[in-house]
Protein backbone atom coordinates (compact mmCIF):
# COMPACT_ATOMS: atom_id res chain seq x y z
CA UNK A 1 0.00 0.00 0.00
CA UNK A 2 1.09 3.61 -0.78
CA UNK A 3 2.09 5.67 2.01
CA UNK A 4 -0.94 8.36 0.95
CA UNK A 5 -3.22 4.86 0.72
CA UNK A 6 -2.19 4.22 4.10
CA UNK A 7 -2.54 7.84 5.96
CA UNK A 8 -5.95 7.43 4.59
CA UNK A 9 -6.85 4.06 6.04
CA UNK A 10 -5.77 5.25 9.52
CA UNK A 11 -7.72 8.86 8.71
CA UNK A 12 -10.72 6.98 8.25
CA UNK A 13 -10.41 4.59 11.10
CA UNK A 14 -9.86 7.11 13.27
CA UNK A 15 -12.77 9.56 12.11
CA UNK A 16 -14.80 6.43 12.53
CA UNK A 17 -13.44 5.60 16.20
CA UNK A 18 -14.12 9.36 16.77
CA UNK A 19 -17.80 9.64 15.55
CA UNK A 20 -18.83 6.60 17.22
CA UNK A 21 -17.62 8.20 20.45
CA UNK A 22 -19.16 10.67 19.76
CA UNK A 23 -22.40 9.27 19.01
CA UNK A 24 -22.59 7.97 22.66
CA UNK A 25 -23.01 11.67 23.80
CA UNK A 26 -25.95 13.76 24.83
CA UNK A 27 -27.46 15.09 21.62
CA UNK A 28 -27.05 18.92 21.75
CA UNK A 29 -25.38 21.27 19.99
CA UNK A 30 -21.79 21.50 21.81
CA UNK A 31 -21.69 17.89 21.12
CA UNK A 32 -22.82 18.57 17.52
CA UNK A 33 -19.77 21.16 17.49
CA UNK A 34 -16.99 18.94 18.56
CA UNK A 35 -17.82 16.51 15.84
CA UNK A 36 -17.90 19.14 13.41
CA UNK A 37 -14.18 20.02 14.71
CA UNK A 38 -12.90 16.31 15.29
CA UNK A 39 -13.88 15.85 10.87
CA UNK A 40 -11.32 16.33 8.67
CA UNK A 41 -7.61 16.75 8.66
CA UNK A 42 -5.15 15.03 7.73
CA UNK A 43 -4.66 12.71 10.51
CA UNK A 44 -0.91 12.96 10.67
CA UNK A 45 -0.68 12.47 14.23
CA UNK A 46 -3.24 9.86 14.85
CA UNK A 47 -1.13 8.00 12.14
CA UNK A 48 2.13 8.47 13.76
CA UNK A 49 0.48 6.84 16.87
CA UNK A 50 -0.68 3.70 14.96
CA UNK A 51 2.70 3.27 13.21
CA UNK A 52 4.63 3.54 15.92
CA UNK A 53 2.43 1.34 17.54
CA UNK A 54 2.88 -1.28 15.00
CA UNK A 55 6.07 -1.17 15.22
CA UNK A 56 6.36 -2.39 18.30
CA UNK A 57 3.38 -5.50 17.53
CA UNK A 58 0.66 -3.37 19.19
CA UNK A 59 -2.66 -4.22 17.13
CA UNK A 60 -4.43 -1.39 15.13
CA UNK A 61 -7.65 -1.94 17.58
CA UNK A 62 -5.53 -0.93 21.43
CA UNK A 63 -4.01 1.84 19.49
CA UNK A 64 -7.02 3.35 17.88
CA UNK A 65 -8.27 4.87 21.01
CA UNK A 66 -4.67 6.75 21.53
CA UNK A 67 -4.60 7.89 18.38
CA UNK A 68 -8.06 9.27 18.56
CA UNK A 69 -6.71 10.65 22.06
CA UNK A 70 -4.33 12.95 20.27
CA UNK A 71 -6.53 13.95 17.46
CA UNK A 72 -9.39 15.02 19.62
CA UNK A 73 -6.43 17.25 21.18
CA UNK A 74 -5.62 18.77 18.21
CA UNK A 75 -9.34 19.31 17.63
CA UNK A 76 -9.43 21.05 20.66
CA UNK A 77 -6.26 23.29 20.17
CA UNK A 78 -7.50 24.39 16.86
CA UNK A 79 -10.53 25.45 18.13
CA UNK A 80 -9.79 27.42 20.91
CA UNK A 81 -6.83 28.64 18.27
CA UNK A 82 -9.19 29.81 16.25
CA UNK A 83 -11.62 31.92 18.49
CA UNK A 84 -11.63 35.93 18.09
CA UNK A 85 -9.24 36.81 21.62
CA UNK A 86 -6.78 34.16 20.00
CA UNK A 87 -6.12 34.14 16.14
CA UNK A 88 -9.50 34.79 14.89
CA UNK A 89 -9.44 32.76 11.93
CA UNK A 90 -12.69 32.23 10.28
CA UNK A 91 -11.90 29.17 8.17
CA UNK A 92 -10.18 25.80 9.41
CA UNK A 93 -10.22 22.93 6.39
CA UNK A 94 -12.66 24.94 4.44
CA UNK A 95 -14.95 24.75 6.01
CA UNK A 96 -15.86 27.86 9.16
CA UNK A 97 -14.82 28.09 12.49
CA UNK A 98 -16.66 26.54 15.09
CA UNK A 99 -17.42 30.18 16.76
CA UNK A 100 -18.13 31.24 13.52
CA UNK A 101 -20.53 28.43 12.85
CA UNK A 102 -22.01 28.14 16.37
CA UNK A 103 -20.84 31.19 18.82
CA UNK A 104 -17.79 32.23 21.15
CA UNK A 105 -19.55 30.28 23.63
CA UNK A 106 -20.29 26.78 21.71
CA UNK A 107 -16.50 27.26 20.44
CA UNK A 108 -14.98 27.60 24.08
CA UNK A 109 -17.36 24.52 25.86
CA UNK A 110 -16.69 22.26 22.33
CA UNK A 111 -13.01 22.27 22.67
CA UNK A 112 -12.84 22.03 26.33
CA UNK A 113 -15.08 18.77 25.81
CA UNK A 114 -12.77 17.59 23.32
CA UNK A 115 -9.33 18.10 25.83
CA UNK A 116 -11.50 16.28 27.93
CA UNK A 117 -12.17 13.22 25.50
CA UNK A 118 -8.40 13.23 25.11
CA UNK A 119 -7.91 11.72 28.34
CA UNK A 120 -11.43 10.25 28.98
CA UNK A 121 -10.24 7.54 25.50
CA UNK A 122 -7.17 7.15 27.15
CA UNK A 123 -8.57 5.33 30.27
CA UNK A 124 -10.68 2.74 27.32
CA UNK A 125 -9.11 -0.90 28.88
CA UNK A 126 -8.74 -1.82 25.14
CA UNK A 127 -5.47 -0.17 25.47
CA UNK A 128 -3.63 -2.46 27.54
CA UNK A 129 -2.43 -2.12 31.47
CA UNK A 130 -3.64 0.53 33.65
CA UNK A 131 0.59 1.26 34.16
CA UNK A 132 1.09 2.33 30.18
CA UNK A 133 -2.17 3.98 29.74
CA UNK A 134 -1.23 6.23 32.70
CA UNK A 135 1.92 6.66 31.40
CA UNK A 136 -0.12 8.09 28.29
CA UNK A 137 -2.16 10.23 30.50
CA UNK A 138 1.15 11.93 31.96
CA UNK A 139 2.32 12.00 28.37
CA UNK A 140 -0.33 13.74 27.04
CA UNK A 141 -0.85 16.41 29.86
CA UNK A 142 3.03 17.21 29.47
CA UNK A 143 2.57 17.78 25.65
CA UNK A 144 -0.89 19.66 26.71
CA UNK A 145 -0.50 22.02 29.34
CA UNK A 146 1.79 24.89 30.15
CA UNK A 147 4.94 23.29 29.35
CA UNK A 148 3.41 22.21 25.80
CA UNK A 149 1.20 23.61 23.65
CA UNK A 150 -0.15 26.25 25.58
CA UNK A 151 2.87 27.14 26.67
CA UNK A 152 3.94 27.94 22.75
CA UNK A 153 0.56 29.69 22.23
CA UNK A 154 1.14 31.87 25.08
CA UNK A 155 4.60 32.94 23.41
CA UNK A 156 3.34 32.96 19.95
CA UNK A 157 0.63 36.00 21.21
CA UNK A 158 3.48 37.46 23.35
CA UNK A 159 5.23 37.96 20.35
CA UNK A 160 2.74 39.56 18.68
CA UNK A 161 2.81 42.70 21.26
CA UNK A 162 6.92 42.26 21.88
CA UNK A 163 7.68 45.11 19.65
CA UNK A 164 10.07 43.54 17.40
CA UNK A 165 10.35 39.90 15.81
CA UNK A 166 11.35 37.04 17.63
CA UNK A 167 14.97 35.64 16.94
CA UNK A 168 15.48 32.02 15.39
CA UNK A 169 15.75 30.46 18.61
CA UNK A 170 12.79 31.85 20.25
CA UNK A 171 10.54 30.51 17.27
CA UNK A 172 11.94 27.30 17.71
CA UNK A 173 11.09 27.09 21.36
CA UNK A 174 7.66 28.53 20.81
CA UNK A 175 7.37 26.11 17.61
CA UNK A 176 8.74 23.09 19.96
CA UNK A 177 5.57 23.57 22.54
CA UNK A 178 2.97 24.88 20.14
CA UNK A 179 3.26 22.18 17.05
CA UNK A 180 6.41 20.18 18.71
CA UNK A 181 4.83 18.73 22.19
CA UNK A 182 1.88 17.06 20.20
CA UNK A 183 3.84 15.84 17.33
CA UNK A 184 6.39 13.70 20.02
CA UNK A 185 3.89 12.33 22.34
CA UNK A 186 1.90 11.29 19.11
CA UNK A 187 5.07 8.95 18.08
CA UNK A 188 6.42 7.80 21.27
CA UNK A 189 2.61 6.68 22.09
CA UNK A 190 4.01 3.45 20.33
CA UNK A 191 6.06 2.70 22.87
CA UNK A 192 4.45 3.99 25.97
CA UNK A 193 1.58 1.58 25.14
CA UNK A 194 4.08 -1.31 24.82
CA UNK A 195 5.95 -0.21 27.60
CA UNK A 196 9.24 0.05 25.51
CA UNK A 197 11.98 3.16 25.30
CA UNK A 198 11.02 5.65 23.46
CA UNK A 199 14.46 7.93 23.13
CA UNK A 200 14.73 6.94 19.17
CA UNK A 201 10.58 7.79 18.72
CA UNK A 202 11.21 11.15 20.73
CA UNK A 203 14.50 12.21 18.49
CA UNK A 204 12.88 11.20 15.11
CA UNK A 205 9.89 13.42 16.60
CA UNK A 206 11.54 16.09 17.93
CA UNK A 207 13.22 16.58 14.20
CA UNK A 208 10.26 15.86 12.68
CA UNK A 209 7.99 18.27 14.14
CA UNK A 210 10.07 21.53 13.59
CA UNK A 211 10.56 20.19 9.92
CA UNK A 212 6.55 20.11 9.93
CA UNK A 213 6.64 23.46 11.36
CA UNK A 214 9.01 24.72 8.72
CA UNK A 215 6.89 23.64 6.09
CA UNK A 216 3.75 25.41 7.22
CA UNK A 217 6.20 28.50 7.17
CA UNK A 218 6.76 28.07 3.66
CA UNK A 219 3.34 26.80 2.68
CA UNK A 220 2.41 30.13 4.44
CA UNK A 221 4.09 31.84 1.62
CA UNK A 222 3.64 29.67 -1.17
CA UNK A 223 0.99 27.72 -0.78
CA UNK A 224 -2.53 28.08 -2.09
CA UNK A 225 -5.22 29.19 0.52
CA UNK A 226 -8.45 26.67 -1.29
CA UNK A 227 -5.48 23.45 -1.12
CA UNK A 228 -4.69 24.63 2.89
CA UNK A 229 -8.50 25.21 3.97
CA UNK A 230 -7.27 28.19 5.82
CA UNK A 231 -6.56 31.90 5.05
CA UNK A 232 -2.42 31.87 4.39
CA UNK A 233 0.00 35.11 4.73
CA UNK A 234 -1.55 35.97 7.88
CA UNK A 235 1.86 35.93 8.94
CA UNK A 236 4.10 38.37 6.62
CA UNK A 237 0.90 40.50 6.44
CA UNK A 238 1.01 40.04 10.86
CA UNK A 239 4.61 41.19 9.98
CA UNK A 240 5.63 38.64 12.41
CA UNK A 241 9.29 36.25 12.06
CA UNK A 242 8.73 32.90 10.76
CA UNK A 243 11.21 30.56 9.46
CA UNK A 244 11.06 32.09 6.53
CA UNK A 245 11.85 35.56 6.99
CA UNK A 246 14.41 34.39 9.15
CA UNK A 247 16.13 31.68 7.03
CA UNK A 248 14.93 33.01 3.48
CA UNK A 249 13.03 30.25 1.77
CA UNK A 250 15.33 28.47 0.19
CA UNK A 251 17.31 28.06 3.71
CA UNK A 252 14.27 27.24 5.10
CA UNK A 253 13.93 24.39 2.09
CA UNK A 254 17.29 23.52 2.92
CA UNK A 255 16.91 23.19 6.86
CA UNK A 256 13.80 21.53 6.69
CA UNK A 257 14.91 18.56 4.41
CA UNK A 258 17.99 18.30 6.71
CA UNK A 259 15.71 17.91 9.35
CA UNK A 260 13.97 15.07 7.68
CA UNK A 261 17.13 13.20 7.03
CA UNK A 262 17.62 13.98 10.30
CA UNK A 263 14.07 12.12 11.68
CA UNK A 264 14.99 9.03 9.49
CA UNK A 265 18.27 8.62 10.37
CA UNK A 266 16.63 8.35 13.98
CA UNK A 267 14.60 5.50 13.21
CA UNK A 268 17.85 3.11 12.15
CA UNK A 269 16.89 0.63 15.69
CA UNK A 270 14.20 0.11 14.01
CA UNK A 271 15.34 -0.54 10.13
CA UNK A 272 13.20 -1.09 7.47
CA UNK A 273 10.05 -1.94 9.84
CA UNK A 274 9.88 1.88 10.33
CA UNK A 275 9.80 2.79 6.33
CA UNK A 276 6.20 4.60 6.80
CA UNK A 277 7.43 6.59 9.61
CA UNK A 278 10.12 8.08 7.05
CA UNK A 279 7.79 8.43 4.61
CA UNK A 280 5.12 10.45 7.26
CA UNK A 281 8.78 12.41 8.03
CA UNK A 282 8.99 13.21 4.14
CA UNK A 283 5.72 13.43 3.79
CA UNK A 284 5.41 16.56 6.39
CA UNK A 285 7.98 19.00 3.41
CA UNK A 286 6.06 17.59 0.64
CA UNK A 287 2.28 18.46 1.68
CA UNK A 288 0.23 21.25 0.07
CA UNK A 289 -1.96 21.70 3.06
CA UNK B 1 -10.66 20.33 66.11
CA UNK B 2 -14.48 22.13 64.17
CA UNK B 3 -15.60 21.86 60.75
CA UNK B 4 -14.24 24.99 59.92
CA UNK B 5 -10.92 24.28 61.61
CA UNK B 6 -10.72 20.94 58.94
CA UNK B 7 -12.04 22.55 56.38
CA UNK B 8 -9.26 25.32 56.92
CA UNK B 9 -6.83 22.91 56.81
CA UNK B 10 -7.84 20.59 54.16
CA UNK B 11 -8.05 24.35 52.10
CA UNK B 12 -4.46 25.17 53.37
CA UNK B 13 -3.17 21.54 52.20
CA UNK B 14 -4.35 21.74 48.69
CA UNK B 15 -3.59 25.60 48.21
CA UNK B 16 -0.12 24.71 49.13
CA UNK B 17 0.33 21.44 46.84
CA UNK B 18 -1.11 23.31 43.84
CA UNK B 19 1.20 26.26 44.60
CA UNK B 20 3.92 23.70 44.68
CA UNK B 21 2.88 22.05 41.35
CA UNK B 22 2.85 25.57 39.73
CA UNK B 23 6.18 26.39 40.32
CA UNK B 24 7.55 23.81 38.48
CA UNK B 25 6.33 25.36 35.32
CA UNK B 26 7.73 27.34 33.14
CA UNK B 27 7.75 31.18 34.45
CA UNK B 28 5.47 33.09 31.89
CA UNK B 29 2.04 35.10 32.44
CA UNK B 30 -0.56 32.57 31.64
CA UNK B 31 1.33 30.10 34.33
CA UNK B 32 0.88 33.56 36.84
CA UNK B 33 -2.65 32.86 35.82
CA UNK B 34 -3.24 30.08 36.50
CA UNK B 35 -1.87 30.22 39.88
CA UNK B 36 -4.10 33.25 40.48
CA UNK B 37 -6.98 31.23 39.22
CA UNK B 38 -6.43 28.31 41.38
CA UNK B 39 -5.59 30.60 44.38
CA UNK B 40 -8.53 31.19 47.56
CA UNK B 41 -12.01 29.33 47.55
CA UNK B 42 -13.16 27.42 50.47
CA UNK B 43 -11.82 24.15 48.96
CA UNK B 44 -15.31 22.21 49.41
CA UNK B 45 -14.78 19.44 46.78
CA UNK B 46 -10.96 18.96 47.75
CA UNK B 47 -12.14 18.60 51.12
CA UNK B 48 -14.62 15.84 49.99
CA UNK B 49 -11.36 13.86 48.67
CA UNK B 50 -9.53 14.41 51.81
CA UNK B 51 -12.31 12.89 53.80
CA UNK B 52 -13.96 10.42 51.93
CA UNK B 53 -10.07 8.73 51.11
CA UNK B 54 -9.86 9.17 54.75
CA UNK B 55 -13.01 6.97 55.44
CA UNK B 56 -11.45 4.88 53.45
CA UNK B 57 -8.37 4.55 55.35
CA UNK B 58 -6.28 6.33 53.17
CA UNK B 59 -3.35 8.55 53.98
CA UNK B 60 -3.69 12.22 53.20
CA UNK B 61 -0.47 12.57 51.43
CA UNK B 62 -2.16 9.71 48.62
CA UNK B 63 -5.05 11.63 48.45
CA UNK B 64 -3.84 15.46 48.29
CA UNK B 65 -3.00 14.89 44.50
CA UNK B 66 -6.60 14.04 43.92
CA UNK B 67 -7.96 16.60 46.24
CA UNK B 68 -5.81 19.01 44.27
CA UNK B 69 -6.94 17.97 40.74
CA UNK B 70 -10.23 18.32 41.66
CA UNK B 71 -9.72 22.21 42.77
CA UNK B 72 -7.34 22.58 39.18
CA UNK B 73 -10.55 21.47 37.33
CA UNK B 74 -12.69 23.54 39.14
CA UNK B 75 -10.75 26.74 38.77
CA UNK B 76 -10.42 25.93 35.04
CA UNK B 77 -14.54 25.84 35.07
CA UNK B 78 -14.73 29.23 36.79
CA UNK B 79 -11.98 31.06 34.40
CA UNK B 80 -13.77 29.97 31.33
CA UNK B 81 -17.55 30.69 32.59
CA UNK B 82 -16.66 34.00 33.67
CA UNK B 83 -15.61 34.83 30.05
CA UNK B 84 -16.96 37.71 28.26
CA UNK B 85 -18.60 35.49 26.08
CA UNK B 86 -19.99 33.00 28.43
CA UNK B 87 -21.43 34.86 31.98
CA UNK B 88 -18.98 37.46 31.10
CA UNK B 89 -17.84 38.27 35.13
CA UNK B 90 -15.64 41.01 36.73
CA UNK B 91 -15.42 39.91 40.01
CA UNK B 92 -14.67 36.42 41.46
CA UNK B 93 -13.70 35.41 44.43
CA UNK B 94 -13.82 39.18 45.83
CA UNK B 95 -10.80 39.83 42.81
CA UNK B 96 -10.68 40.62 39.29
CA UNK B 97 -11.59 37.21 37.03
CA UNK B 98 -8.13 36.63 34.97
CA UNK B 99 -9.76 38.06 31.62
CA UNK B 100 -10.12 41.05 33.22
CA UNK B 101 -6.39 41.11 34.88
CA UNK B 102 -4.67 39.92 31.80
CA UNK B 103 -6.91 39.50 29.15
CA UNK B 104 -9.17 37.10 27.23
CA UNK B 105 -6.98 35.21 25.54
CA UNK B 106 -4.75 34.64 28.83
CA UNK B 107 -8.38 33.39 30.68
CA UNK B 108 -9.23 31.11 27.94
CA UNK B 109 -5.06 29.49 27.80
CA UNK B 110 -5.20 29.60 31.71
CA UNK B 111 -8.49 27.80 31.83
CA UNK B 112 -6.93 25.15 29.18
CA UNK B 113 -4.07 24.22 31.18
CA UNK B 114 -5.59 23.82 34.61
CA UNK B 115 -8.30 21.58 33.15
CA UNK B 116 -4.81 19.68 31.81
CA UNK B 117 -3.30 20.27 35.06
CA UNK B 118 -6.26 18.49 36.83
CA UNK B 119 -5.32 15.20 34.55
CA UNK B 120 -2.23 15.76 35.31
CA UNK B 121 -2.41 15.43 38.86
CA UNK B 122 -4.04 12.05 38.44
CA UNK B 123 -0.77 10.49 37.17
CA UNK B 124 1.32 10.99 40.41
CA UNK B 125 2.44 7.49 41.50
CA UNK B 126 1.79 8.39 44.85
CA UNK B 127 -1.74 7.94 44.98
CA UNK B 128 -1.27 4.24 44.41
CA UNK B 129 -1.73 2.09 41.92
CA UNK B 130 -1.83 2.58 38.08
CA UNK B 131 -5.65 1.04 37.90
CA UNK B 132 -7.03 3.02 40.55
CA UNK B 133 -5.35 5.97 38.96
CA UNK B 134 -7.38 5.19 35.29
CA UNK B 135 -10.39 4.84 37.67
CA UNK B 136 -10.07 8.69 38.90
CA UNK B 137 -8.95 9.77 35.23
CA UNK B 138 -12.48 8.34 33.84
CA UNK B 139 -14.27 9.74 36.79
CA UNK B 140 -12.98 13.30 36.23
CA UNK B 141 -13.44 12.95 32.40
CA UNK B 142 -16.86 11.74 32.87
CA UNK B 143 -17.65 14.75 34.92
CA UNK B 144 -15.48 17.37 33.01
CA UNK B 145 -16.94 16.70 29.71
CA UNK B 146 -20.01 16.61 27.44
CA UNK B 147 -22.07 14.59 29.89
CA UNK B 148 -20.69 16.78 32.97
CA UNK B 149 -19.67 20.20 33.84
CA UNK B 150 -19.68 20.83 30.26
CA UNK B 151 -23.44 19.83 29.46
CA UNK B 152 -24.61 21.74 32.10
CA UNK B 153 -22.95 25.15 31.31
CA UNK B 154 -24.29 24.62 27.32
CA UNK B 155 -27.79 23.82 29.00
CA UNK B 156 -27.42 26.95 31.22
CA UNK B 157 -26.26 29.16 28.11
CA UNK B 158 -29.28 27.62 26.05
CA UNK B 159 -31.54 28.59 28.44
CA UNK B 160 -31.07 32.08 28.00
CA UNK B 161 -32.01 32.17 24.51
CA UNK B 162 -35.08 29.53 24.71
CA UNK B 163 -37.46 32.25 25.78
CA UNK B 164 -39.31 30.92 28.63
CA UNK B 165 -37.88 30.06 31.82
CA UNK B 166 -36.71 26.77 32.67
CA UNK B 167 -38.61 24.09 34.61
CA UNK B 168 -37.57 21.95 37.74
CA UNK B 169 -36.87 19.05 36.45
CA UNK B 170 -35.00 20.90 33.73
CA UNK B 171 -32.90 23.04 36.14
CA UNK B 172 -32.15 19.73 37.89
CA UNK B 173 -30.47 18.32 35.29
CA UNK B 174 -28.64 21.80 34.34
CA UNK B 175 -27.42 21.68 37.67
CA UNK B 176 -26.59 17.82 37.85
CA UNK B 177 -24.32 18.55 35.26
CA UNK B 178 -22.83 22.24 36.10
CA UNK B 179 -22.67 21.61 39.90
CA UNK B 180 -23.08 18.24 40.54
CA UNK B 181 -20.98 16.12 38.32
CA UNK B 182 -17.68 17.68 40.03
CA UNK B 183 -18.84 17.32 43.82
CA UNK B 184 -19.92 13.64 42.70
CA UNK B 185 -16.71 12.82 41.86
CA UNK B 186 -14.96 14.41 44.65
CA UNK B 187 -16.72 12.30 47.28
CA UNK B 188 -16.30 8.66 45.06
CA UNK B 189 -12.74 9.86 44.56
CA UNK B 190 -12.15 8.61 48.52
CA UNK B 191 -13.44 5.03 47.45
CA UNK B 192 -11.75 5.19 43.90
CA UNK B 193 -8.63 5.50 45.17
CA UNK B 194 -9.08 2.75 48.10
CA UNK B 195 -10.58 0.43 44.99
CA UNK B 196 -14.02 0.43 47.03
CA UNK B 197 -17.66 0.49 46.09
CA UNK B 198 -18.29 4.52 45.25
CA UNK B 199 -22.32 3.72 45.78
CA UNK B 200 -22.77 5.40 49.59
CA UNK B 201 -20.86 8.50 48.39
CA UNK B 202 -22.63 8.72 45.09
CA UNK B 203 -25.91 8.90 46.89
CA UNK B 204 -24.77 11.45 49.53
CA UNK B 205 -23.25 13.54 46.62
CA UNK B 206 -26.47 13.32 44.52
CA UNK B 207 -28.55 15.00 47.23
CA UNK B 208 -25.40 17.32 48.56
CA UNK B 209 -24.41 18.45 45.46
CA UNK B 210 -28.39 19.59 44.88
CA UNK B 211 -28.92 21.29 48.15
CA UNK B 212 -25.44 23.21 47.45
CA UNK B 213 -26.84 24.59 43.92
CA UNK B 214 -30.58 25.26 46.00
CA UNK B 215 -28.53 27.21 48.35
CA UNK B 216 -26.41 29.48 45.41
CA UNK B 217 -29.57 30.45 44.53
CA UNK B 218 -31.06 31.43 47.66
CA UNK B 219 -27.69 33.16 48.52
CA UNK B 220 -27.99 34.90 45.18
CA UNK B 221 -31.27 36.86 46.45
CA UNK B 222 -30.77 37.28 50.32
CA UNK B 223 -26.73 37.27 49.78
CA UNK B 224 -24.49 40.00 50.49
CA UNK B 225 -21.83 40.13 47.81
CA UNK B 226 -18.79 41.76 49.70
CA UNK B 227 -18.97 38.46 51.27
CA UNK B 228 -19.28 35.88 48.57
CA UNK B 229 -16.76 37.70 46.82
CA UNK B 230 -18.80 37.78 43.07
CA UNK B 231 -21.69 39.99 41.80
CA UNK B 232 -25.32 38.64 42.76
CA UNK B 233 -28.67 38.96 41.90
CA UNK B 234 -27.71 38.40 38.22
CA UNK B 235 -29.93 35.64 37.78
CA UNK B 236 -33.21 37.27 38.82
CA UNK B 237 -32.21 40.90 36.89
CA UNK B 238 -31.76 37.97 34.08
CA UNK B 239 -35.52 36.79 34.73
CA UNK B 240 -33.83 33.07 35.07
CA UNK B 241 -35.63 30.38 36.41
CA UNK B 242 -33.99 29.52 39.40
CA UNK B 243 -34.92 27.18 42.79
CA UNK B 244 -35.84 30.21 44.37
CA UNK B 245 -37.88 31.37 41.40
CA UNK B 246 -39.62 28.07 40.89
CA UNK B 247 -39.96 27.10 44.64
CA UNK B 248 -40.36 30.16 46.38
CA UNK B 249 -37.61 31.46 49.21
CA UNK B 250 -39.34 28.98 51.90
CA UNK B 251 -39.89 26.36 49.68
CA UNK B 252 -36.39 26.59 48.55
CA UNK B 253 -34.99 26.28 52.47
CA UNK B 254 -37.53 22.99 52.71
CA UNK B 255 -36.27 21.07 49.90
CA UNK B 256 -32.25 22.01 50.23
CA UNK B 257 -32.68 20.87 54.39
CA UNK B 258 -34.68 17.85 52.91
CA UNK B 259 -31.46 17.18 50.66
CA UNK B 260 -28.74 17.50 53.78
CA UNK B 261 -30.80 14.87 55.25
CA UNK B 262 -30.99 12.83 52.53
CA UNK B 263 -26.94 13.08 51.60
CA UNK B 264 -26.70 12.39 55.58
CA UNK B 265 -28.49 9.35 55.71
CA UNK B 266 -26.61 8.18 52.86
CA UNK B 267 -23.43 7.77 54.86
CA UNK B 268 -25.37 4.97 57.02
CA UNK B 269 -22.76 2.27 55.72
CA UNK B 270 -20.27 4.42 57.74
CA UNK B 271 -21.96 5.25 60.71
CA UNK B 272 -19.98 8.04 62.91
CA UNK B 273 -16.89 8.16 60.73
CA UNK B 274 -18.65 9.74 57.95
CA UNK B 275 -19.49 12.74 60.60
CA UNK B 276 -17.13 15.20 58.97
CA UNK B 277 -18.87 14.74 55.77
CA UNK B 278 -22.28 15.10 57.64
CA UNK B 279 -21.23 18.22 58.48
CA UNK B 280 -19.56 19.05 54.86
CA UNK B 281 -23.53 18.77 54.13
CA UNK B 282 -24.92 20.99 56.49
CA UNK B 283 -21.94 23.22 55.95
CA UNK B 284 -23.92 23.75 52.01
CA UNK B 285 -26.44 25.27 53.24
CA UNK B 286 -25.22 27.59 56.14
CA UNK B 287 -22.29 29.05 54.39
CA UNK B 288 -22.82 32.79 53.54
CA UNK B 289 -20.43 32.70 50.18
Given amino acids: MSFTDRLGTAAARIEAHLAGVLEGKPRVPVVEAMAYAARGGKRLRGFLVL ?26 SLVHDDLPCMDDDALRRGQPTVHVKWDEATGVLAGDALQTLAFELLADPVIGPADRRIALVASLARASGAEGMVLG ?132 ISRES
Fill in 51 to 76: ESAALHGIAPVAALPVASSVEALHAY
Fill in 153 to 284: QALDIAAETAGRPLTLDEITALQAGKTGALIRHSAEAGALIAGADPAALSAYAGAMGLAFQIADDILDVTGDAAKAGKALRKDAEAGKATFVSLLGLEGARRRAADLVEEACAALAPYGAAAESLREAARFT
